[in-house]
Nanobody, 117 residues
Framework: QVQLVESGGGLVQSGGSLRLSCVAS????????IGWYRQAQGKQRELVAD???????NYAASVKDRFTISRDKVRNTAYLQMNTLTPEDTAVYYC???????????WGRGTQVTVSS
């Protein structure tokens, strides 16, 4: 059974930082890659950053140079370091893994990030 569990969200002031974690079980993120998405209230879910099985990273233009995605293969955990946060970063953040062989996409339950002005 695949499980993705996010943590690290919270309330932070504008300009602050947070580090999100996503612990995966039942699937090796080093084989499939992993991504972070976010969904603000009233908006569609959007890709924030992802890292492929080979280690290539990709970022949304709005977070490039502020956010960093990384992973620990041993712990099967992905991280999202978020710096210089703004109120526009307020959203529920989800991690996601797409099984490259079955094409099934798995999602965590999300963690709320709120940035106050």
């Amino acid at each position: 059974q695949v499980q993705l569990v996010e943590s690290g969200g919270g309330l932070v002031q504008s300009g602050g930082s947070l580090r999100l974690s996503c612990v995966a079980s039942g699937i090796m993120t080093s084989l499939h890659g992993i991504g972070w998405y976010r969904q603000a209230q009233g908006k569609q879910r959007e890709l924030v950053a992802d890292i492929t099985a080979g280690g290539t990273t990709n970022y949304a233009a709005s977070v490039k140079d502020r956010f960093t995605i990384s992973r620990d293969k041993v712990r099967n955990t992905a991280y999202l370091q978020m710096n210089t946060l703004t109120p526009e970063d307020t959203a529920v953040y989800y991690c996601s893994v797409r099984d490259r062989w079955t094409q099934i996409t798995y999602w965590g339950r999300g963690t709320q990030v709120t940035v106050s002005s």
